[in-house]
């Protein structure tokens, strides 16, 4: 059974950093998929980035290219998200999620584990 465990997060000045970690057990060693999703209150989950366990490539929506970064460190079973620049618009709750297939995707319908979410707030 795959688990992911959510930790970072927090409040954070307009244009300061932050790092998100989700640790996980149960993916092994097959080629699954891990992303980064968010949502603002009264709205639908997003995805914003993902990253494929097979050979790390790396994918992100417009609203986030080029200030966050998506990671991962197989030894601790980890994945990463370093969020840079931050504006408050990126005010909202972060998740992780996992799929068991080869490709990314940024649809929050194609994964089937989540992190139990947690809030970024961009604020002075």
């Known amino acids: 059974q795959v688990q992911l465990v959510q930790s970072g997060g927090g409040l954070v000045q307009p244009g300061g950093s932050l790092r998100l970690s989700c640790a996980t057990t149960g993916l092994g060693s097959t080629n699954y998929a891990i992303a980064w999703f968010r949502q603002h209150p009264g709205k639908e989950r997003e995805g914003i980035s993902c990253l494929r366990s097979a050979d790390d490539s790396t994918y992100y929506s417009d609203d986030v290219e080029g200030r966050f970064t998506i990671s991962r460190d197989a030894a601790k079973s980890t994945v990463y998200l370093d969020l840079n620049s931050l504006k408050s618009e990126d005010t909202a709750i972060y998740y992780c999620?996992?799929?068991?297939?080869?490709?990314?995707?940024?649809?929050?319908?194609?994964?089937?584990?989540w992190g139990q979410g947690t809030q970024v707030t961009v604020s002075s």
């Open positions: 999620a996992s799929r068991n297939r080869y490709q990314c995707t940024l649809m929050p319908y194609h994964f089937d584990s």
